[in-house]
């Protein structure tokens, strides 16, 4: 049987709207959930298979994007959010109750500062955008994946429209080099 990879890829990626202004994420729990509104929509979505990322149970994967911070407000029930893990880059907040991760933000000098990390499963509305690319997928052999089981994995992504990476896209990539490279004072010339 194919691996389950997210429920929003497994059965085919629903394209996203462009023109999407954001919409409300909540927490799994019943009652009282923690509500948080996105006044935008996201960017970068992807699948990560880290260790770290929220991902819904079955599911290999997690789908997570961006958006600027200040496009992110808390609305209901804040006091049930905790940091999992303060000591890590992306602070996670998550519901201490049903643990389902509503905003991660990032307050060290990093290349994403300033960019909050969400999963739009949260949302009930349609338009969010889809997934662009699988990233850590090679993570997932650190949390018990058998390493036989790979080229499936990264051949269900490619069926579904997806390219896998065992870090992040090349954007990403070249965003994060970038602002390292600056930092260490490097002049870019074409070499
Ligand atoms: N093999 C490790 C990789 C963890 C990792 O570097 N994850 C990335 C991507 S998370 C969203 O794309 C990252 O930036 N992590 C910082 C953090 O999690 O705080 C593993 O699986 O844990
Ligand atoms: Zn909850
Ligand atoms: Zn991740």
């Known amino acids: 049987m194919a691996p389950s990879l997210h429920p929003l890829i497994d059965n085919g990626i629903n394209k996203g709207d462009p023109a999407f202004p954001g919409g409300t994420l909540r927490c799994r729990c019943p009652s009282d959930q923690v509500v948080v509104s996105l006044k935008s929509n996201v960017a970068h979505n992807h699948a990560c298979g880290c260790s770290k990322c929220w991902k819904p149970s079955g599911a290999l994967f997690s789908v997570v994007g961006v958006l600027p911070r200040e496009n992110v407000k808390v609305e209901a029930n804040e006091s049930k959010l905790h940091v999992i893990d303060s000591s890590?880059?992306?602070l996670r907040n998550a519901c201490k109750e049903c643990g389902?991760?509503?905003?991660?933000?990032?307050?060290?000098?990093?290349?994403?500062?300033?960019?909050?990390?969400?999963?739009?499963e949260l949302s009930d509305q349609k338009g969010w955008q889809e997934p662009q690319f699988a990233g850590f997928v090679s993570s997932i052999i650190e949390q018990g994946y058998s390493p036989e089981g790979m080229n499936a994995v990264r051949a269900k992504f490619k069926a579904e429209g997806l390219e896998s990476y065992d870090a992040l896209s090349p954007p990403l990539m070249d965003l994060i080099a970038t602002?390292?490279?600056?930092?260490?004072?490097?002049?870019f010339a074409n070499l």
């Open 179 to 187: 602002f390292t490279a600056k930092k260490a004072g490097v002049k």
């Open 100 to 120: 389902a991760h509503l905003f991660g933000r990032i307050e060290r000098d990093h290349p994403f500062r300033g960019l909050d990390f969400v999963h739009i």
């Open 88 to 90: 890590a880059v992306i």
